[in-house]
């Protein structure tokens, strides 16, 4: 078993930056994918980054170039470092890991624990 805590959201002008971040407890020996998802309301969750456990990373076109996945094993924590924000960049924030032996990093299915959430809002 695994807990996810999210924070670091907040409401930025656009344009701004915030940096995520998810503190991993519990049994963190076997995760293999760990990742970002957002949902806004009224609309399906969606993948924004991920990472496998060769250490691969992928984005969603929608953010490449603009956000940064990273994790501090030591610290057990998955950050999400966001800049040049843009309103549609908006949403509810997840983190998402999983113990399956194989995993897509941007595959939600794959995901069995998640992450209360944690609110971005961008304004122009």
């Known amino acids: 078993q695994v807990q996810l805590l999210e924070s670091g959201g907040g409401s930025v002008q656009a344009g701004g930056s915030l940096r995520l971040s998810c503190a991993v407890s519990g049994n963190t020996y076997s995760l293999t994918c760990m990742g970002w998802f957002r949902r806004v309301p009224g609309k399906e969750r969606e993948a924004v980054a991920g990472?496998?456990?060769?250490?691969?990373?992928n984005y969603a076109d929608s953010v490449k170039g603009r956000f940064t996945i990273s994790q501090d094993n030591a610290k057990n924590t998955l950050y999400l470092q966001m800049n040049s924000l843009k309103p549609e960049d908006s949403a509810m924030y997840y983190c998402?890991?999983?113990?399956?032996?194989?995993?897509?990093?941007?595959?939600?299915?794959?995901?069995?624990?998640w992450g209360q959430g944690t609110q971005v809002t961008v304004s122009s």
């Open positions: 990472i496998e456990r060769d250490g691969r990373i």
């Open positions: 998402a890991t999983t113990y399956r032996n194989y995993c897509i990093a941007l595959s939600q299915s794959a995901y069995t624990y």
